[in-house]
């Protein structure tokens, strides 16, 4: 299974970006992708993420101003940042996970940079 992650880059405080990934491979039907963030020397953390039947959890940092959505068909999951703020600059990595025949599988994309300017 691969992740390929598009859509980072330069934002100034207040505006947006969308975020895409798209998975490729041997993929369960029923999962859950998301996207995480990375700052240097923090713990990777969750922001957002939804399950192949639609049901979304966000960090509460992000709610209300970032947007999870996927579409199966495609194997691609999206996500709509608005609002944002310099604690948003991170490295931004999407993520894969399913359990097929008792086994977990947990894929990650290559992580696309965010930099949110002041």
């Known amino acids: 299974v691969q992740l390929q992650a598009s859509g980072g880059g330069l934002v100034q405080a207040g505006g947006s970006l969308r975020l895409s990934c798209a998975a490729s491979?041997?993929?369960?039907?029923?999962?859950?992708m998301g996207w995480y963030r990375q700052d240097p020397g923090k713990q990777r953390e969750l922001v957002a993420d939804?399950?192949?039947?639609?049901?979304?959890n966000y960090a509460d940092s992000v709610k209300g101003r970032f947007t999870i959505s996927r579409d199966n068909a495609k194997n691609t999951v999206y996500l709509q940042m608005n609002s944002l703020k310099p604690t948003d600059t991170a490295v931004y990595y999407c993520?894969?996970?399913?359990?097929?025949?008792?086994?977990?599988?947990?894929?990650w994309g290559q992580g696309t940079p965010v930099t949110v300017s002041s």
């Open positions: 993520n894969l996970n399913f359990i097929a025949t008792l086994t977990v599988y947990d894929y």
């Open positions: 939804i399950t192949s039947s639609g049901s979304t």
């Open positions: 491979g041997s993929i369960f039907s029923i999962n859950t």
